[in-house]
């Protein structure tokens, strides 16, 4: 319990932790949260963890939390820290996590619910039975060394080159689906090795695939721009950069550690181990982040691939017939350098959002010319038995978060708790009489990622909606879903 | 759901657990089986060849030691699709650890939890009295 930690009100959306907490915070904690989400928010370690990430040298205006915020390793997850790369601002692989872009992107089709509400179950068991998932699963995707070497440079382009989608998909994916400066000089063989058997695979835990509806709109013009209507049939893709990430993240968390000595940072978690951006060990970290980064885009494009092939089977007409294209794909396990206003003056930064997504406004250059007018889509997957959304980024989100929002409903309960409170059998009947089909490989799994160990998405939404740092475009259920 | 050599403490989101041993080797090779406990089920025995891999790491402390031999731990198993059902250590002190991990062929075991990854946070090696006792979060 966080209990003893003070809190400040500046509205009904948000709190700050006061720099006095706590020697040694640089910046104050600011959380988006409202009274109800405040009470789980308390209940764990992750508000001590906002204070702890102000530690961070170079950190900029506020250790931010999302209201999605829970108690991780080191950050907190749902937590967002920008560091000033001019005045020693540092990059942490703790503040981006083992599982480097892990992500999620939409893909809409012209379906409607009527089309497929008999036919879910027999939908994602062909789905679950051709879309590799589960730990340590190994994809049908079999990729050589030297196409790894290739896929760790081009993200989702290697992907789209074997046509495993197209031109399109790039555009509608963050970073077009590959960041610059990748080197894969910078990646151990021993991570190279972990990554090259699980191209086009899934994963384990809260990883899924989720066959979903509309069914509430909000913005009417971002609707339309969007082609979403009532009751369309939508997809949800929700993966990472599976072992290759792990094993970049444990590489330079280690080397990291000895680092702090060098640079004379003090850090309070060491897994908050960070370097300076600008020295070696930094920029090292940075170009094997990018490798594992564009790893996940294309391991979430091949995904794509896959279930545009289960649906064409399934329906027997094209992809392209059933409307499956793109909506966006979002990282929300990442570090960028990005261009921000900090009291006036126009700095570059490294933003770690940890459980957070990137939520750029309309006109913003980093988005594709089709979203220049609504911003850019903000994908937040719910639980499995509630609700997802898609939101539009906006400027108020660049003032204050460095353009981020949440990234998802936020855990509650931790997974033993689940374990031993829920039973997956009374869980499928429960999810079932709701009309929601869930296929997982695992018992666990399914009590783990069970809706009761979760926030409300809709709580969640509600504030960065409220807050100001998003803005609702429409709603959907989930009428079937894949776990690993 | 737990087994004698550990015990599951609360994290939300990921998995904390207390080992506890009577000797430094010990607790290396209670916290290494632990995690072939939380992550794989054995099913079949198609696959009966044992694989030795052994395993040695070193660090400035027995804390970072003991984060650099699980990693070390999770990290060949992943990339040798082994399970590690047995472990010797055959030489350990605060700063170094060698032993040799027992493999078996990961296609005999159900996979139940994916651990990513050992981490440092409110990491906890210590020795009390007569025993040693680590706590440690892992990222699953």
């Known amino acids: 319990m966080d209990a003893h930690i003070p809190l400040e009100k500046i509205d009904d959306y948000r709190w700050r932790i006061p720099r006095s907490y706590k020697p040694g915070m640089r910046v104050p904690g600011l959380i988006y949260a409202d009274e109800k989400l405040l009470k789980d928010i308390y209940r764990d370690k992750a508000l001590e963890q906002v204070a702890n990430v102000a530690f961070l040298p170079g950190i900029v205006n506020n250790s931010l939390a999302m209201p999605d915020i829970h108690w991780g390793y080191g950050f907190p997850i749902g937590g967002v820290a920008a560091t000033d790369i001019e005045e020693g601002g540092v990059i942490s692989p703790g503040g981006v996590g083992f599982d480097i872009n892990c992500g999620v992107r939409l893909l809409k089709t012209n379906l409607e619910y009527d089309d497929v509400k008999d036919k879910i179950k027999d939908l994602i068991y062909r789905l679950f039975s051709d879309i590799p998932s589960g730990v340590g699963s190994e994809g049908d995707i079999k990729v050589s060394p030297k196409e790894e070497e290739e896929i760790l440079l081009k993200g989702s382009r290697w992907a789209v080159e074997k046509g495993f989608g197209t031109d399109d998909d790039l555009e509608c994916t963050e970073e077009n689906g590959a960041m610059q400066g990748a080197d894969p000089q910078a990646v151990s063989e021993r991570a190279l090795k972990r990554g090259r058997a699980q191209s086009g695979t899934l994963g384990s835990g809260n990883h899924f695939l989720e066959v979903q509806v509309i069914d509430q709109l909000y913005d009417r013009d971002a609707s339309d721009a969007l082609e979403l209507n009532l009751g369309q049939v939508m997809v949800a893709i929700h993966s990472g950069s599976r072992g290759l990430g792990y094993q970049i993240c444990e590489d330079y968390s280690r080397g990291m550690i000895a680092s702090l000595a060098k640079y004379g940072i003090n850090v309070p978690d060491r897994q908050l181990a960070c370097a300076p951006v600008s020295s070696a060990e930094g920029k090292a970290y940075l170009s094997a982040m990018k490798c594992a980064a564009n790893y996940a885009w294309c391991n979430r494009q091949c995904l794509m691939y896959l279930t545009r092939k289960v649906f064409e089977k399934f329906f027997g007409v094209s992809w392209q017939k059933l409307g499956m294209f793109l909506i966006y794909d979002v990282a929300h396990n990442i570090a960028k350098i990005e261009k921000h206003n900090v009291a006036g003056k126009e700095k570059e930064l490294c933003v770690h959002r940890k459980g957070a997504t990137r939520a750029f406004p309309p006109g913003h250059p980093a988005l594709p010319e089709k979203y220049k007018k609504i911003g850019q889509p903000v994908i937040i997957p719910g639980d499995m038995g509630r609700n997802s959304y898609l939101l539009t980024g906006t400027e108020k989100a660049m003032q204050e978060t460095f353009g981020s929002a949440c990234h998802g409903a936020g855990r509650l309960k931790s997974r033993t708790s689940a374990l031993r409170s829920i039973n997956p059998d009374m869980l499928l009947k429960e999810l079932g009489s709701k009309g929601i089909i869930v296929k997982a490989s695992g018992r666990n799994t399914l009590a783990e990622e069970a809706p009761s160990a979760y926030k409300d998405v809709n709580d969640v939404v509600d504030v960065v909606h409220n807050a100001g740092i998003s803005k609702r475009v429409c709603r959907m259920r989930p009428l079937g879903v894949i776990k690993g | ?140």
């Open chain 2, 1 to 140: 759901m737990k087994k004698s050599f550990y015990r599951f403490i609360e994290h939300t989101a990921d998995i904390g657990i207390r080992v506890k041993s009577f000797s430094l080797a010990g607790l290396f090779k209670n916290a290494g089986l632990a995690i072939t406990d939380i992550s794989f089920q054995k099913q079949t025995s198609q696959y009966p060849g044992k694989h030795n891999i052994v395993i040695r790491q070193k660090a400035a402390n027995v804390e970072e030691l003991f984060i650099n031999w699980l990693n070390e731990l999770l990290s060949v198993s992943a990339v040798e699709s082994l399970v590690f059902e047995d472990i010797q250590v055959t030489q350990i002190n605060e700063n170094y650890v060698d032993a040799v991990a027992v493999g078996r062929d990961m296609r005999d075991y159900k996979l139940n939890t994916e651990i990513k990854a050992a981490t440092y946070h409110q990491l906890k090696v210590k020795k009390t009295g007569l025993i040693w006792q680590a706590e440690v979060i892992l990222d699953v």
